[in-house]
């Protein structure tokens, strides 16, 4: 079965400092990955996903992750920390070759962002 | 377009009675999916429609939890008898399916808080 793990339950980081948010999946097929960040008191929202075009990704607010295969990772990085950063991010990978027909979330990483 | 809309935002019972959540998905999207997430614990699946039917219920916890999708359109996911273990928050999902070639990512509702006391 496929799983993930987020390093840091919690991450604090100052304003326009890099942001690293850490994620590790496993599966035993090629994955789907995605990064979904949820804002207090709302839904998940897409920032971004893979699935095997570029295995270095760019998504919304100026985030980016990259695919590596060989440390089955599937990091979160933003050059500059704003505060409205702030809010819980989760890494989810779908099971099935094809489609996201069931998507498997990690625990979640809290980030704040200090002035 | 309107987004997946969830009804109610907050429900606090006590345990034993029974709570009804509703989801409107987006219009055309054929998946539609429930996920739970217990207090400081990952999001975890509990079931996925496609149209009115359910392609994956491995995640339903128990008996107690009864989902429906009547038409395809909305769908409401019942507990009843609640218990306490059962507070949480409870997110809906919709997506488009594309057939073979997969679906479109998920689309979130803003969860109903599930308080069983």
């Known amino acids: 079965a496929q799983s993930v793990t987020q390093l840091g339950s919690h991450v604090s980081v100052s304003e326009g400092a890099l942001v690293l948010l850490r994620c590790n999946y496993s599966?035993?097929?090629?994955?789907?990955l995605f990064w979904y960040v949820q804002y207090p008191n709302q839904g998940l929202q897409l920032l971004l996903k893979y699935t095997s075009a570029a295995t270095l990704v760019k998504g919304i607010n100026g985030f980016e992750a990259e695919f590596k295969k060989s440390e089955t990772s599937f990091h979160l990085t933003k050059p500059s920390a704003h505060m409205s950063d702030a809010a819980e991010y989760f890494c989810a990978v779908s099971e099935g070759e094809t489609s996201y027909d069931k998507v498997i979330f990690g625990p979640g990483t809290s980030l704040s962002v200090i002035p | 377009e309107a987004g997946v809309t969830q009804f109610p935002s907050h429900s606090v019972i006590e345990k034993g009675q029974t709570v009804t959540l509703r989801c409107d998905p987006i219009s055309g999207h054929d998946n539609l999916y429930w996920y739970r997430r217990v207090m400081g614990k990952e999001i975890k699946f509990l079931l996925h429609f496609v149209k009115e039917s359910k392609q994956d219920e491995s995640g339903m916890p128990n008996n107690r939890f009864l989902a429906e999708r009547t038409g395809g359109t909305y769908s409401t996911l019942k507990v009843q008898p609640a218990e306490l273990e059962d507070s949480g928050v409870y997110f809906c999902a919709s997506s488009k399916r594309f057939g073979g070639t997969g679906n479109s990512p998920l689309h979130f509702g803003n969860g109903t808080r599930l308080t069983v006391t």
């Open positions: 599966s035993s097929v090629p994955p789907y």
